[in-house]
């Protein structure tokens, strides 16, 4: 397989994730990583072993080396930096949302496909092995049809009105905070699973801390010593801590989602519950190498993450033997092999429908949210635009 070589825009959290998600792959080379910073771009490169690191985004887009271009920067950046990057030629893997609206996204799904380009959005829990081998299950009818879905996604990260991030932001994350960072991965997943499309919605926001307390400088400053209330500005808060929605899935199935950022004890707990009128599954982030088989007229079971209890079409989701944990890294890993793996066999050219979460599932996600906000606001059940064919 030939080298794919890739920059990296962004070295907060996820940025680093993808640098050493994508060189466990051994076909693709991270030639750069950006970020606007320079010190902070020269101490991640140096703690990646990078050589090459840059504060200039031109540099990126115009180094005919790189193939793809990663997008892990705040939300209000996607949309001009892949515009800026598919117009030079590049491949594209965005941290989600793809854009700040459903129209910005719409130019960059038209965009990718009249440059030739992959476009491809980072929703990672769909590279799990055990989410895999529940959709091959529900796809193969051993659910039955589905009736139900239902499940959570919670973090406790923001639970103190001294907690404070750049999503807390609107201006930088959107309109959306819990619904847009989490809840667009549950529905992701519920729809990849299930293979159901949301067709309404009915939402309800909270916003706990409507005032958090901002620090004055980054938060590294305060190391080694105890704030005081003149260290923080008070800074009015307009996006949703918590969210509970009601969905309709196709035509007759029926779900509901809660999510909340300020659930005290739940670090990255997603927990996804589908109920057929056979069998039940049941699978949640925290606990990723085990998959949970309802039954109504016999015994509930346990899938432990092992290649060979795995449904054979998706064993390739999972690199190590039974017994050997495999988790979030490698779910970014996964999804990173078959995306690189569809740019370095030429699977545009060839046609081939891309197995991994496109621009088009990015459009699909900013409807959706767009749906759910404006539901919580008219406090009535919206209508979820169709996805784009």
Not at 10 to 35: S, Y
Not at 94 to 106: D, V
Request: net charge negative.
């Amino acid at each position: 397989m030939r080298k794919i070589h890739s920059a990296v825009i962004g070295a907060g959290f996820i940025g680093p994730a993808h640098v050493e998600a994508v060189r466990r792959l051994g076909f693709v080379e991270v030639d750069l990583l950006a970020e606007i910073d320079p010190q902070v771009a020269a101490q991640k490169a140096s703690q990646l072993g990078l050589a090459r690191f840059t504060s200039n985004l031109d540099e990126v887009m115009q180094d005919p080396a790189v193939d793809v271009v990663h997008i892990c920067v705040p939300n209000n950046q996607h949309y001009s930096l892949v515009k800026r990057a598919l117009e030079a030629g590049k491949h594209v893997i965005c941290e989600k949302p793809l854009a700040m609206t459903s129209q910005e996204a719409e130019e960059l799904v038209a965009l990718a496909a009249y440059k030739k380009r992959v476009g491809a959005v980072h929703f990672n829990n769909r590279g799990y092995p055990l989410t895999q081998h529940a959709r091959s299950l529900i796809r193969a009818g051993e659910l039955g049809e589905v009736l139900s879905i239902q499940g959570v996604y919670l973090q406790d990260w923001l639970l103190f009105p001294t907690d404070y991030n750049w999503r807390l932001e609107a201006e930088q994350s959107g309109d959306s905070r819990a619904v847009a960072d989490l809840g667009s991965h549950w529905f992701d997943l519920a729809e990849f699973l299930t293979g159901l499309a949301v067709t309404e919605v009915c939402a309800d926001f909270a916003t706990f801390h409507p005032v958090r307390q901002k620090p004055l400088r980054p938060l590294e400053s305060f190391a080694g010593k105890i704030l005081k209330p003149e260290d923080y500005q008070a800074v009015p808060i307009n996006t949703e801590d918590y969210a509970t929605v009601m969905a309709r899935f196709g035509p007759r199935a029926r779900g509901v989602f809660t999510v909340s950022q300020a659930a005290a004890g739940r670090k990255n707990y997603l927990l996804l519950e589908i109920y057929g009128t056979k069998k039940s599954v049941s699978w949640n982030s925290e606990n990723p190498n085990e998959l949970w088989i309802g039954r109504r007229d016999g015994n509930n079971e346990v899938v432990i993450k092992d290649p060979s209890l795995l449904d054979p079409s998706i064993r390739a989701f999972s690199d190590l033997p039974g017994g050997h944990t495999e988790g979030f890294d490698t779910a970014i890993k996964q999804v990173m092999r078959r995306i690189y793996t569809f740019i370095a066999e030429d699977g545009l050219e060839q046609g081939r429908t891309p197995d991994f979460p496109t621009f088009a599932d990015g459009l699909r996600e900013l409807r959706l949210c767009e749906a759910i906000v404006r539901s919580a606001r008219e406090r009535r059940w919206i209508t979820v635009e169709p996805s784009p064919a």
